[in-house]
């Protein structure tokens, strides 16, 4: 039986082609993966959602005035703080927000934290505890929710980052006077921790957070005031 080798490819020749045409193609995707390729898009931030009772839209600032009663001498002593929304991103399909919050003594930054919160249909939630990395919770920690009914009880981690405490919804709250100037339409939230500690906390919905003040029986022992603040 006669067989015409010369008719059928020889098998150097089948690897030569397949070797160039193997060279050609990783040419071609190197040149159009170099010059032409895009980066995965990186998830959409949602927007802040409207209406919230502390907006962190990135750009958001707050600055207050602080004044606290020594508990040693009974003096009391000043100094500001600022909150400063630096940046957001998705986690689980939340918008979270990395908060810096900064204590300071005129041109003075004497310490600053890092905290991660974001805003829900159902109110301000923390999502780690504050440091510099992101760290997450198991589930989310309800720091203020709303909205809410008048008188409404909730558990709330914004008095102790440590523990939840009940908290109460008050939705008319007296106008303020502050250096940052004069608010209506103020909705707050009282804690009350026996035998005679009471913490009010002031919000303007769409502005954010305006004032705290903390009794001890009738004497006031903390007090934080709105001084200036930016709401892009």
Not at 62 to 86: C, K, P
Not at 114 to 135: K, Q
Request: include cysteine.
């Amino acid at each position: 039986m006669m067989v015409h080798t010369a008719s059928q490819p020889r098998t150097a020749d089948i690897t030569k082609f397949f070797s160039i045409y193997a060279i050609s193609l990783l040419a071609l995707v190197l040149f159009f993966g170099c010059d032409n390729g895009v980066d995965p898009p990186d998830p959409v931030v949602p927007d802040e959602i409207e209406g919230a009772v502390w907006p962190l839209e990135v750009g958001n600032e707050w600055t207050f005035d602080v004044q606290a009663v020594d508990d040693s001498s009974g003096d009391l002593y000043y100094y500001g703080e600022r909150y400063i929304v630096d940046s957001a991103f998705l986690y689980n399909g939340k918008r979270v927000t990395r908060v810096i919050l900064e204590y300071f003594v005129g041109d003075t930054t004497f310490q600053s934290f890092t905290l991660w919160w974001g805003n829900t249909l159902d109110g301000l939630f923390e999502y780690a505890p504050f440091g510099n990395a992101f760290v997450p919770f198991e589930s989310s920690r309800m720091l203020f929710k709303y909205p809410a009914g008048d008188g409404e009880m909730f558990q709330s981690y914004a008095p102790n980052p440590a523990n939840p405490v009940e908290m109460g919804f008050i939705s008319e709250m007296p106008s303020v006077s502050l250096p940052a100037g004069s608010f209506d339409n103020c909705v707050g939230y009282q804690f009350y921790e026996p035998p005679g500690v009471n913490i009010y906390y002031y919000f303007v919905p769409d502005t954010g957070y305006v004032q705290m003040e903390k009794y001890i029986g009738s004497s006031l022992d903390k007090a934080r005031y709105l001084r200036d603040f930016v709401i892009n």
